[in-house]
């Protein structure tokens, strides 16, 4: 019996109707194990992976091999973005065992859960070197039935290994300029001067380790830094990465030049980006990042907000084509007679050299992603927008496609900061009106009555899974940034409760974090990665969060959290430093301060804009008046006008310069 009709993940539900006898993730499942004294297959994915649908299609729904799998197994189906804490324990498992990890992850337990068989994508047929399907589940039934004592050594081998794998975090204090240094060495060294971003293909893009370019030129004024910065996201929007028809970002491009990307369009990439090109703007003044961070934010309006207020997780790589085929990118290519049924034979011709159209195409089968090529020379901007309406209206008339529904809280919260900001520089506030229907939609389902963050959700239902640490860190950041946008207090105060539990639930000893809760379902080892991957780490995250809020409130127990945990990033910033981008942006704001900015006056007004568009790494800023104001905010105490007008206090560590009512020399003193 397959029991995953009516879980809250889509990507669960995708597999309800297979014939394999999917069990969720769950204590029953492995009883069930333990009771037919057979191993657990765990299968791990998420909605929008490309190769988890093609093996899915292949082998799990397939009846001949479903029938195997039932008689031999019990089959778990995961969802990687509900259970991250799950996924992460077995993808180091997998990748210490075969030096490589992704997406599907297929690992055989024991009925303890304990993995001694690993991969990743297995094909129907032998395939280059690759066993089969089937014969990697007759080879482990085999080992099951005859090698067991094999088995079991192998498993405890591996849990032994993992439970045995110390975290070193540092310990011995903050990063300081040597590491930040060491840190911006090591990028530049990687750093691709041809094309931008780090690294060769496929190429990620780096918003986390563009945020600490950025922050790092705010403080030191490095040019090489912001330079860096600026070509990187000059190149991501000129690029196939990016949707020139309906704006945000795909996943990663396939490529070192950007031209060719894995569709899949990922929430908390956009939300990311969105903010990256907001700051870019901020601190450029480029008309292009503010196209780029409006057209993102737009997309995720339009493209990822459910009913309910919240975002969805991701629009999938795959969509029917013209024959009906289930193919990648299906939905935004292009081929030169396409361009022509649309545009006619004059338009047409202009949008292939303005697209890089080509008539042997740049993906498959002739087909092209757009993309503005460098040698495009000089465009009529009238007419770009005239034939990019009219791309994207037929586009529109193409299958869509799919959308996974469910909201997780963690990006959730990233994509709360990076609307209330966008909305606030570029005087949108239907921007920021929505990170705070997301905001509510958080904290009325996703807190609910148990006080306690839940990972997800779907169509306003909380999901069964605990909040992991990221979403309290991402969601405690995109709640400080909603409560400078708004001057509502009470942001604040959500996002000091959240920064609570993680003080009391996530800290251990000499300030490593963990990534669940001390109370939460304990598997064969506590999940504790402190390195930024697509996303900001639980570990930093956190760091970032704790630190803004110390500055909001004078906390000594935030701070002092904050700065242990970023012992993590003395240790890694030298080494890695693009695997620690968002833990270096947040060492930037520890070193500048971070300075606290508040406003005395009218939220909204001249210098609450100005504070807000101060370019000091990590200043948080608080706006109000009237006597409420203190009560609202701690750093708007005793904060009084002078000569009766709006007056802004710039202060480090509650030492403050003198109160200026002239947003001139605001501007200045935040390096405005």
Known sequence: MNRLAGVTSPYLLQHADNPVDWWPWAPEAFEEARRRDVPVLLSVGYSACHWCHV??????????????LNAHFVPVKVDREERPDVDAVYMEAVQA????????????????AEPFYFGTYFPPEPRHGSPSFQQVLEGVTTAWTDRREEVAEVAGRIVADLAGRSLVHGGDGVPGESEVAQALLGLTREYDEQHGGFGGAPKFPPAMAVEFLLRHHARTGAEGALQMAADTCTAMAR???????????????????????HFEKMLYDNALLCRVYAHLWRATGSDEARRIALETADFMVRELRTAEGGFASALDADSEDAEGRHVEGAYYVWTPEQLRDVLGEDDAAFAAACFGV?????????????????D???????????????????????????????????????????LAETGAYFDRPDLVERATEAADLL????LGEVARLTRTSKDGRAGDNAGVLEDYGDVAEGFLALAAVTGEGAWLEFAGFLLDIVLEQFT?????????????EQLIRRPQD???????????AAAGALLSYAAYTGSEPHRTAAEGALGVVKALGPRVPRFVGWGLAVAEALLDGPREVAVAGPVGGELHRTALLGRAPGAVVAAGEGPGAGAEFPLLVHRPLVGGEPTAYVCRHFVCDAPTTDAGELADKLGG
């Open 55 to 68: 093996m899915a299609h292949e082998s799990f729904e397939d009846d001949e091999t479903a029938a195997y």
């Open 530 to 540: 402190p390195t930024d991957s697509a996303t900001p780490s639980g570990w930093t």
């Open 239 to 261: 690029g196939g990465i990016y949707d020139q028809l309906g704006g945000g970002f795909a996943r990663y491009s396939v490529d070192r030049e950007w031209i060719v990307p």
């Open 443 to 446: 904290v009325r389902v996703h």
């Open 358 to 374: 080509t008539e042997e195409g740049t993906f498959e089968e002739g087909a092209s992603v757009l993309r503005l090529p460098g």
């Open 97 to 112: 065992a075969t030096g490589h990890g992704g997406w599907p992850m297929t690992v055989f337990l024991t009925p303890d």
């Open 376 to 418: 495009a020379g000089p465009v009529d901007a009238a007419r770009v927008a005239g034939v990019r309406a009219r791309l994207l209206a037929a586009r529109d008339e193409r299958p869509h496609p799919g959308r996974d529904d469910k909201v997780v809280a963690a990006w959730n919260g990233l994509a709360i900061a990076a």
């Open 508 to 520: 251990g000893e000499g300030g490593q974090l963990f990534d669940t809760a001390h109370d939460a």
